[in-house]
C-alpha cells in the first residue's frame, strides 16, 4: 500500500519547460546586468533600468513552480510527472538563484526568487528526493508488517463491535486502507505545520512529521512490538477526530500464552504468621532497585499458571504447593496492551534461585503485610545492601493488586492498620 503523506500536486511537462526557458532568461538577463548592457530600451522599473518589461511574470513564474516543489511529496511523483527534471533545473542554477536575490532582488523585493526548502537560502535539493524516497519504502514496510500481524492475530490485535464504534464513544482503529491513508495524511498535515511553527526548517519538519505519522509496525525486536495504529476518537463533531494510538505488545502475548505474576506466601508452622516473599531486583526500565513479586513470560506451550511456578522457583527459589488464580491485571491500559494473571502461590519449600544470564536479582526478602503496607505509605524500604541501610522503592502495583485480592477473597489477613482505621471509622 502507498500511504501518501502529503497533498499530491502535479509538476507537469509545461511547467519543466517554462521552468527550464525561465531560468535560462534569468541567466542571461543577470550575466547582462553584470556587464552593464541593456538588453531592452524598455524598463521593468525606475529600480531596475537594465531588466527586461516581462521579468516580473518570469520571476513570477519561477515562484509558481518552487510553491508547487513545496506542498507536495517529491518521492511520489509518477511517470508522467517532471518533478525530477524541475529539481535538476533547480540545482543547475542554485548559484545563479542566489546571485540574482543578492543583486536584484535587493533593490525592488517583487522580483525575489523564493526558495524551495526554507525561504531564507537557496540549497540543494537531491537529497530531499532521496530521504523521501527511503521514508516511502519505511512506509511501506511498516505497513506491510502492520497487515500480516492483523491478519495472524486479528484475536488479539483487532477489536469489534461497540468496542470499535466511535460514534458508540469507543476509540476506533481503522482498517480499511483508504481510511488509514486518510488519517496519515491528516496527521501529518498537523504535525507538519506544527514543527514548522516550532522553528524546525522546512526539510527537517516534513521528515519528522512523515516519521511521526506513519502508521504500522514502527519497531520490533525479540520482545516488543511497537505499533501505530490509525484511530478515530469521538471528538467534539459527528466525524469524530482522526488521529493516531501507539501501544506497545509483549511479544510472547501473540505466540504464547503471554506472563504471569506470583505473590508468594510464606506461612510460619509455629506462629501461622503469614509473610510475602519479595525479590530485590535491579531494574533497568527505571533506573535502580526495587522490590516486587516474582514474574515472567511464559514458556512454548506452558499455561500462565505453569510460567508462574517456573519463574517463583527460578527468581525466589521457591517451591509451590497450591496456586490460586487473583484476577488479570495490566500495568498501564494506556500504551501496553498487556494483561496479566497474578496468582497467589503457597510456598512449601525454598531452594536455591536459579536466574537467567540476563536478570539481576541481588537476593530475596520476607516481609509481613504490616511491614509492606509501611513500605508502600513511605515508599520504601530500608535493606542492607554491601552493610550500608538503603531505602529500596517499593511500588510494584502488582504486588499491591495481588495483596488486595488475596485479602478480599480472604486468603490473607487484613493489615492492623486497615483494621484499626476500619473501627475508627465505625466509632
Request: glycine share 6%.
Amino acid at each position: 500500500m502507498h500511504i501518501q503523506p502529503a497533498p499530491y500536486v502535479e509538476i507537469t511537462q509545461l511547467d519543466f519547460a517554462l521552468y527550464f526557458d525561465n531560468m535560462t532568461e534569468i541567466d542571461s538577463t543577470l550575466k547582462n546586468y553584470n556587464e552593464g548592457v541593456s538588453p531592452s530600451s524598455d524598463a521593468a522599473s525606475p529600480s531596475s533600468p537594465q531588466l527586461p518589461p516581462r521579468i516580473l511574470s518570469i520571476i513570477e513564474e519561477i515562484n509558481r513552480i518552487h510553491d508547487k516543489l513545496k506542498k507536495r511529496d517529491l518521492a511520489s511523483y509518477v511517470s508522467t510527472d517532471s518533478g525530477p527534471h524541475v529539481a535538476k533545473v533547480h540545482n543547475t542554477y542554485l548559484e545563479i538563484m542566489r546571485s540574482w536575490n543578492q543583486k536584484i532582488s535587493k533593490k525592488d523585493r517583487k522580483l525575489m526568487i523564493v526558495d524551495v526548502l526554507n525561504n531564507s537560502d537557496f540549497a540543494y535539493i537531491d537529497v530531499f528526493f532521496s530521504s523521501k524516497t527511503s521514508e516511502r519504502l519505511a512506509d511501506n514496510k511498516a505497513f506491510e508488517e502492520y497487515q500480516k500481524l492483523l491478519k495472524k492475530f486479528p484475536e488479539k490485535l483487532k477489536r469489534h463491535g461497540v468496542a470499535n464504534d466511535y460514534t458508540k464513544g469507543a476509540c476506533q482503529i481503522v482498517y480499511d486502507p483508504q481510511e488509514i491513508n486518510k488519517v496519515r495524511n491528516e496527521v501529518y498535515l498537523r504535525l507538519y505545520e506544527k514543527y514548522k511553527a516550532g522553528g524546525f526548517p522546512q526539510g527537517e519538519a516534513y521528515e519528522k512529521a512523515v516519521s511521526d505519522s506513519r502508521i504500522g509496525v514502527v519497531y520490533r525486536d525479540q520482545y516488543w512490538t511497537w505499533i501505530r495504529d490509525a484511530v478515530i476518537s469521538p471528538g467534539n463533531t459527528p466525524e469524530g477526530h482522526r488521529h493516531t494510538y501507539n501501544r506497545l505488545v509483549w511479544n510472547c502475548d501473540l505466540d504464547r500464552a503471554g506472563g504471569a505474576i506470583v505473590l508468594p506466601v510464606i506461612e510460619d508452622p509455629q506462629t501461622g504468621e503469614k509473610k510475602i516473599v519479595l525479590v530485590l531486583n535491579s531494574r533497568h526500565g527505571t533506573n535502580g532497585f526495587q522490590l516486587e513479586i516474582p514474574r515472567g513470560a511464559s514458556g512454548k506451550g506452558e499455561t500462565p499458571e505453569q510460567a508462574g511456578v517456573r519463574e517463583l522457583k527460578e527468581e525466589a527459589g521457591c517451591v509451590a504447593s497450591k496456586v490460586t488464580n487473583l484476577g488479570l491485571f495490566t500495568p498501564d491500559s494506556g500504551a501496553l496492551a498487556t494483561v496479566v494473571p497474578v496468582f497467589l502461590a503457597k510456598v512449601e519449600s525454598k531452594t536455591a534461585p536459579e536466574c537467567n544470564e540476563s536478570e539481576a536479582i541481588l537476593g530475596t526478602y520476607s516481609f509481613t503485610l504490616e511491614e509492606i503496607d509501611k513500605g508502600f505509605s513511605q515508599g520504601g524500604i530500608m535493606i542492607n545492601i554491601d552493610g550500608v541501610p538503603t531505602k529500596i522503592p517499593l511500588q510494584d502495583t502488582f504486588l499491591a493488586a495481588g495483596i488486595w485480592r488475596a485479602v478480599m477473597e480472604g486468603l490473607l489477613p487484613m493489615p492492623e492498620r486497615q483494621i484499626n482505621a476500619a473501627a475508627a471509622a465505625v466509632d
